[in-house]
C-alpha cells in the first residue's frame, strides 16, 4: 500500500503537546492518540467504555487497539524532531537582502520567538516565501521518515 505524502504531512503539522501521532501500516490511516487516553487504555474495561459517550468510545477503542497491535504503527516525527525553530533560522538565511536577514534572525532569539518571526515575515511581506519553505521542509521530512520506514509514498 502507498502512504499519502499529504496525509503524514498534516499528522506532522497537527501535533501538540500530550499526543502522539501514528501511521498504522494496516489502513495507512495517520491516528492521534492523548497521552491520557494511552494511560487510562491500559486500565479500563469494556463495560466502562460502554459508559463513554460515543465519540470517546471510539477513542478508547482506537488508543486500545495502538497499544495491543504496536507493531502495526510507526509513530510520526515529533515536534522536537521536527524542529521548527531551526526551519525558522534557516529560513532567514535564505534571505538575500541583509537587513531582512537580520531582522528575523533577531526575532527569533528568546522567549516568543515563534510570534515575532511570524510578525516579522508578515511586515516584511515575505509570508508566502516562508509558507512554501516551511511546506518544503515537512516534504522533505516526511520523505525521509517514509524512507527510513521502508514505506511507499505517493505525492
Known amino acids: 500500500m502507498k502512504i499519502k505524502l499529504q ?18 501500516r494496516r489502513t495507512g490511516e495517520v491516528v492521534s492518540v492523548s497521552e491520557d487516553d494511552l494511560r487510562t487504555a491500559e486500565e479500563i474495561e469494556e463495560d466502562e467504555i460502554k459508559k463513554l459517550k460515543d465519540w470517546q468510545q471510539v477513542n478508547m477503542r482506537l488508543t486500545i487497539d495502538v497499544i495491543e497491535n504496536f507493531e502495526d504503527y ?13 526551519m525558522m533560522e534557516d529560513f ?29 515575515v508578515n ?3 515575505i509570508t508566502q516565501e516562508w ?8 516534504k522533505q521530512k516526511a520523505i525521509e521518515w517514509c524512507n527510513d520506514n521502508g514505506l511507499e509514498y505517493e505525492e
Open 92 to 120: 532567514s538565511y535564505t534571505i538575500k537582502d541583509n537587513r531582512k536577514m537580520e531582522i528575523l534572525l533577531d526575532a527569533i532569539r528568546g522567549k516568543g520567538a515563534f510570534r515575532r518571526f511570524k510578525d516579522k
Open 123 to 125: 511586515e516584511l511581506g
Open 131 to 138: 509558507y512554501q519553505y516551511r511546506d518544503e521542509c515537512y
Open 74 to 86: 510507526e509513530e510520526l516525527p515529533t515536534r522536537f524532531e521536527i524542529n521548527e525553530y531551526e
Open 7 to 24: 496525509e503524514i504531512i498534516d499528522g506532522m503539522e497537527m501535533q501538540f503537546e500530550g499526543t502522539n501521532t501514528y501511521l498504522c
